[in-house]
């Protein structure tokens, strides 16, 4: 079964969290008999072309699903920004005299940060959203939820491809009240599109910031 097939689809299914969920069921029901092997250009040649599926669900769902999507895609949007504010404010923590080169830290390992991002971002990549709950600090966890990431990976760029290679990466630590953070930069080439994160990490290592552009 194609996995990435079905979230082409169910990533742009414009009805509740909840209809999406039965979508996938219903879509990852039909495609197990094609087996576990077949891959995406098949299935287009079988099935039809991802988006061309979802706009016809997109045309028959009822007006109340429609609603119920506005409202959700809303609070999303809410909810993401305050990720994104949190992002923001540890970028500003760059320019502030606090910021010392991580290669000097008494606390974190350059390499051992790059590790983990790396890590982070083979987590994303992979949809593997509880696993990336694991290693994420109290404060993020709520909104490491499949339908906020989705919807930011969206806000990116609609299909990024397959990953290609780890382009350039910029690290730091940053100390603000007391306590300590790794803050890294890291630019990945996709298939399709460029993406920038931002992630911090705490004297743990649990990821604590995460932003994408």
Not at 99 to 105: D, G, I, P, V
Not at 142 to 159: G, N, P, R, S, W
Request: net charge negative; proline share 1%.
């Amino acid at each position: 079964m194609n996995k990435s097939y079905i979230n082409k689809i169910v990533r742009k299914l414009k009805c509740s969290g909840k209809k999406k969920k039965e979508i996938r069921c219903q879509l990852t029901t039909e495609l197990e008999e094609y087996g576990v092997d077949i891959d995406t250009k098949e299935l287009i040649k079988r099935m039809g072309n991802p988006a061309e599926i979802a706009e016809e669900f997109n045309q028959n769902f009822s007006e109340d699903e429609k609603k119920k999507y506005r409202r959700e895609k809303f609070l999303k949007i809410i909810a993401w920004v305050a990720v994104v504010l949190v992002a923001l404010i540890l970028l500003a923590y760059w320019a502030l005299p606090k910021q010392t080169a991580l290669e000097n830290s008494k606390i974190f390992r350059e390499d051992k940060v790059v590790e983990q991002a790396e890590y982070v971002i083979d987590l994303l990549d992979a949809e593997n959203y509880d696993k990336l709950t694991e290693i994420s600090d109290p404060v993020l966890k709520d909104y490491i939820q499949e339908e906020y990431l989705e919807t930011a990976k969206e806000e990116v760029f609609d299909d990024w491809g397959k990953q290609v290679s780890i382009g350039k990466i910029y690290t730091a630590e940053v100390t603000q009240m007391g306590k300590k953070s790794a803050v890294i930069e890291v630019h990945v080439e996709y298939e399709n599109t460029t993406v920038i994160y931002t992630l911090s990490f705490n004297e743990d290592m649990m990821l604590q910031g995460l932003f994408m552009k």
